[in-house]
């Protein structure tokens, strides 16, 4: 198809993230990338100084990445992981676990951030269903942080000023701290940590877990 067709038939079809289906929002067709180098079918070349939506940290059409691909799909390129197992989801979960802490000894896979995300609220959550106190299903989160774009993270997101606050009625019950001030770097001052501590103190009875941004 030639870029116009493409363009012709995106705007007929398909709904990108983070915009609304005004046909006049900007596009652009790409034709291939490489390392962080994206052509454009008029032959137009951009520096993805995204990530690709920050998550291709070995750039476009790594050699590794790609041959890995290749070999798999001549075994099978996916197979439901209930009740079945296969090498390569054990040899990454060895490799997972042996570069984690001790006391981190199992992996959940997961296909998105967002995904680990909501996993990681739903076993929280379960612990405490488990330990017979159902009553402790709300997070602390902070305010400023970003979790994702599925139901459960966006409500552990930013409830003020972030991208998600079209849907403030998904956080009712969970609880937000101000952000430290440090940046990066920076150590944290107590002074930072007062309303956590407060935050725990008032609200430890029906709390389940507390979720952090690594940075």
């Known amino acids: 198809m030639s870029p116009d067709q493409i363009l012709e038939l995106d705007r007929q079809t398909l709904w990108h993230p983070y915009s609304n289906l005004n046909p006049k929002n900007p596009l652009f067709p ?3 990338a490489r390392e962080c180098v994206i052509t454009l079918s008029d032959g137009r070349q ?8 920050w998550s291709a940290i070995h750039g476009y059409n790594h050699p590794a990445l790609n041959n890995a691909v290749k070999t798999q799909l001549d075994d099978m390129a996916h197979v ?3 009740g079945l197992t296969h ?4 040899a990454l979960a060895q490799k997972l676990v ?6 981190l000894e199992r992996v959940f896979l997961a296909d998105s951030g967002s995904v680990s995300v909501e996993v990681a609220l739903k076993m929280a959550r379960q612990y405490w269903v488990a330990k017979n106190k159902p009553e402790k299903q709300h997070l602390l989160a902070f305010e400023s942080a970003y979790h994702g774009d599925t139901f459960g993270a966006m409500s552990v997101c930013d409830p003020h000023n972030g991208m998600h606050k079209l849907f403030a009625g998904s956080q009712d019950g969970n609880v937000f701290c ?3 001030t440090p940046v990066f770097g920076q150590a944290v001052e107590d002074g930072d940590l007062e309303a956590l501590k407060n935050a725990l103190h008032e609200h430890s009875d029906r709390l389940a877990a507390v979720i952090i941004e690594p940075i």
Not at 87 to 90: G, K, M, Q, S
């Open 80 to 82: 439901m992981f209930g």
């Open 46 to 53: 951009l520096i993805d100084g995204m990530a690709s939506w």
């Open 98 to 103: 042996n570069l984690t802490p001790p006391g």
């Open 87 to 90: 090498e390569p989801a054990v």
């Open 178 to 180: 101000p952000a430290p």
């Open 30 to 32: 790409v034709k291939s």
